[in-house]
């Protein structure tokens, strides 16, 4: 795994974090119970502040989920049936890709011109 990708079985645990290849993203897993996408621009997070976690793992399914103390889902990307990677991306974007982009936090900050 390295420090901008989690790949299937990967996990992170409280405290633990991606941060995109610039440096400038950062993909946290909070002890407060939140997965963060902090950096110029961007601010997201899950619904999920409150709740205590365990673990955030990428299943060999594909899919991202966020685990209790007890073991129990209680936040999913719904991205099961894909063998996937999450990748944080310079542009800002937590993105989930399977031979394409099949999941992503939509905080990209490239700006595209016609």
């Not at 063998?83 to 944080?88: D, E, G």
Request: net charge negative.
């Amino acid at each position: 795994m390295s420090n901008c990708c989690l790949v299937p079985g990967g996990k992170l645990i409280p405290g633990e974090s991606l941060v995109s290849p610039n440096g400038k993203y950062t993909f946290t897993l909070n002890p407060e119970g939140q997965i963060t996408l902090i950096g110029p621009g961007v601010n997201w997070s899950s619904p999920t502040k409150g709740q205590s976690v365990n673990c955030l793992v990428m299943q060999s399914d594909g899919n991202l989920v966020l685990r209790d103390s007890q073991g129990n889902d209680i936040w999913h990307s719904g991205t099961f049936n894909h063998a996937s990677f999450l990748v944080i991306q310079d542009d800002g974007n937590a993105v989930i890709y399977q031979m394409g982009n099949i999941w992503s936090t939509e905080t990209s900050q490239q700006v595209n011109s016609c």
